[in-house]
């Protein structure tokens, strides 16, 4: 028992908070009864939830913009998943840098094919600072959402990054690459790629930023196929044997001929 009323009645100023009021719509609002401490622990989530979603002011500088998006926590993309299934993370990104501003002020134009390569570039460098930054706060932005927030189509965007891991052999971290979402070959090929250079499989995920699981995958999938061709296996024996579908099976053997162009005329 208390003895001490003075105490209680400035105790009560510090309950006065985001918490409580949740503890209390829950209690009085929506009748939910049981143990207090699991109310509390609710609460608790809750609380945390809003932190996460609406960040305080002083949390966002300069040209950034609070973003909800996919959370990168290991999870693969599923047919008939929906979007609201995957996990999310809220996350801030730099759409715009203080170098972004200076270029501008010193902007000179010129004639239209060189302000169109000039406005290339600097979407490619936005797409890439955004793609990375989002990947470092363990999200992971997709095409739709990349669209969104950079005002490019998806088509623009896809010719974007097919020019930018043509230029650097890097992967972006999009969701569509990281999820492996619609099997694209672009990704495959440039692990494929690597391997077929000696480069070790550790190597290929500091390159890539495929994770470790993924980039073995693709490389047992190639060696199972290539084994097969090299038997004089063709592509229907081949889908029958390793049970992929014919379309994963005809990207293998391409990367194999491409990749080992002496080799595939002897076979």
Excluded: C, W
Aim: charged content about 35%; overall charge positive.
């Amino acid at each position: 028992m208390n003895l001490n009323p003075i105490r209680d009645r400035y105790e009560s100023i510090k309950k006065r908070n985001f918490k409580s009021g949740i503890i209390n719509l829950l209690e009085n609002e929506y009748k939910i009864l049981g143990s207090r401490k699991i109310i509390e622990m609710l609460a608790d989530d809750l609380e945390n939830l809003h932190r996460e979603y609406y960040p305080k002011r002083e949390q966002v500088g300069f040209g950034e913009i609070v973003f909800t998006t996919t959370k990168d926590d290991g999870q693969r993309q599923s047919y008939g998943k929906k979007t609201e299934d995957y996990g999310t993370t809220t996350v801030v990104l730099p759409l715009i840098t203080k170098e972004d501003v200076e270029r501008r002020i010193y902007y000179k134009k010129g004639d239209r094919n060189s302000n169109y390569k000039h406005r290339e570039a600097r979407d490619i460098e936005t797409m890439v600072r955004l793609l990375k930054s989002a990947k470092q706060q363990g999200g992971l932005l997709s095409g739709a959402e990349l669209s969104v927030i950079m005002n490019r189509s998806l088509s623009t965007l896809t010719k974007y990054l097919r020019a930018y891991t043509e230029k650097t052999g890097e992967i972006l971290p999009l969701k569509g690459y990281v999820l492996d979402q619609g099997s694209l070959p672009t990704h495959k090929g440039i692990i494929i790629s690597l391997y077929e250079q000696g480069k070790s499989p550790a190597d290929i995920v500091i390159n890539t930023g495929h994770s470790q699981d993924a980039v073995d995958r693709y490389i047992k999938q190639y060696d199972q196929i290539k084994k097969l061709l090299r038997k004089k296996m063709d592509e229907k024996a081949i889908k029958e044997i390793t049970g992929r579908s014919m379309k994963v099976v005809r990207e293998y053997i391409k990367l194999y001929k491409d990749l080992n162009p002496e080799e595939a005329k002897n076979d």
